[in-house]
């Protein structure tokens, strides 16, 4: 990697882009361990400049090599500085669909690690899933979300992985890779950042998140919305794969959440108070936002989409409740029921972000249905829904960034 930084970046301070002013360098490493680097050269006809990466390749060719095991680009960024389309296309006559392709700052710090196959079915974006940030991910999010400045935060639970791919990523985390984020460890939740666009509007993904049940302490809940408004977000949506006590509401149905029962035993504010953050003993009237809860309907009225409202109960999991408890839920007045959701509502409210809740009914509740329910029945119901949230969400969020 380091070789390939040195020649790519050696090749760059040579590139002649006296029209657009981006340099681009460009190393590739052959079969025989051989390295060879281009650079961008532009011309009057500005649309037809040969890119860095097809300099280094006409070098490699030229020099009777013919495979590619490895590509390094180095270009300004964010958002990183990928290969174009055409220069996939000419990557794939010699290098796998495995081959790593690596776009690094002229400062050397890697932005973006995926693989030629995962570039290849679009023209300048990166598929979101392979694409992995190194070291000090988390100064990269801050520094990418100046540039981008999202207004709105997303937080995607089970199986709605679906809705993250529709955002036009900017700059993608793996949470692991921030200190102290709570990482996922449930099937059907990636734990990964994606900022980007969706409908035009620039916000910051949490795509699937971390649950007490599997044993985080309730503080560490309240870190990635805490960074939400860190980066300058003023809403966040959560959505949340949920159990529906209303056999009227079935799987598949979308519903906004009104209000909430914390059943969890747990709350992610216990602790040291930091009245920087937000105070002692907040209020939790209205938490799910009336007026995000009115623009939602509005949205879905656009699109046809039935949405329905009501009270979830938040229950600490990781059991499904029993239809016992179901009945006690139904009484104490509960529409829908979960095992998320609810940490991630309070520290937003607390640190003084607008709140929408979307529960993604993924099957009826324990004792309601002819089955019990059970996760791969969540994975799958939630995965089916996912476009219909995407759906509300691309409808809705012009206007909600607006009220942000
Ligand atoms: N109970 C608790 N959490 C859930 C359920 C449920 O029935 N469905 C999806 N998440």
């Known amino acids: 990697m380091e070789e390939l930084f040195a020649a790519a970046a050696t090749a760059r301070a040579r590139a002649w882009a006296p029209y657009s ?49 490895e590509i390094l680009v180095v270009g300004e960024g964010p958002p990183p500085c990928v290969p174009c389309g055409g220069c996939r296309q000419r990557l794939a006559e010699f290098a796998a669909p495995e081959a790593p392709v690596g776009v690094a700052l002229p400062d050397g710090r890697l932005l973006l690690r995926t693989t030629l196959g995962a570039l290849l079915p679009f023209p300048f974006r990166f598929r979101s899933e392979t694409a992995v940030v190194g070291e000090s991910a988390l100064d990269r999010l801050r520094e990418a979300a100046r540039a981008l400045s999202p207004v709105a935060g997303l937080v995607l639970g089970s199986g709605l992985g679906a809705v993250a791919e529709r955002i036009e ?35 910051l993904c949490l795509e699937g998140r971390a649950h007490l049940y599997e044993g985080h302490p309730p503080a560490a809940l309240a870190r990635p919305v805490r960074l939400l408004r860190e980066l300058g977000c003023h809403v966040v949506v959560l959505a949340s794969a949920v159990g529906s006590l209303r056999p009227a509401v079935p799987p598949g149905s979308l519903v906004l959440v009104s209000d909430h029962l914390n059943l969890q035993g747990a709350n992610p504010l216990v602790g040291p108070a930091d009245e ?6 907040p209020a939790l009237d209205d938490l799910y936002d009336p007026g995000l809860r009115a623009l939602l ?18 229950m600490l999991g990781p059991c499904f409740e029993t239809p016992a408890e179901i009945r006690m839920l139904r009484r104490l007045g509960a529409d ?8 991630e509502a309070i520290a937003a409210r607390h640190c003084g972000l607008r709140v ?49």
């Open 169 to 203: 990523p900017v700059l993608v985390v793996e949470a692991r890779e921030i200190a102290g984020f709570p990482v996922p460890s449930v099937a059907g939740h990636r734990g990964r950042l994606i900022l980007g666009r969706l409908a035009g509007v620039p916000l």
């Open 297 to 314: 309907h509005r949205a879905a009225g656009e699109i046809g989409l039935e949405l329905a409202e009501g009270v979830l109960a938040a």
């Open 276 to 281: 920087r953050i937000g105070p002692r003993f």
């Open 356 to 404: 929408a809740g979307i529960g993604v009914v993924t099957n009826l509740a324990a004792g309601l249905a002819a089955a019990p329910p059970s996760h791969a029945e969540t994975l799958a119901r939630a995965a089916a829904a996912a476009d219909e949230l995407a759906r509300l969400l691309v409808a809705a969020l012009p206007e909600l960034a607006r009220c942000a």
């Open 21 to 69: 002013g981006f340099a681009v360098g460009a190393a590739l490493r052959a079969e025989s361990g051989r390295i060879f680097a281009g650079c961008n050269v532009e011309n009057a006809a500005y649309p037809l400049s040969q890119c860095a990466e097809a300099s280094a390749l006409g070098a490699l060719v030229a020099a009777g090599e013919r495979r590619v095991l």
């Open 336 to 343: 829908l029921v979960s095992m998320s959701m609810v940490p």
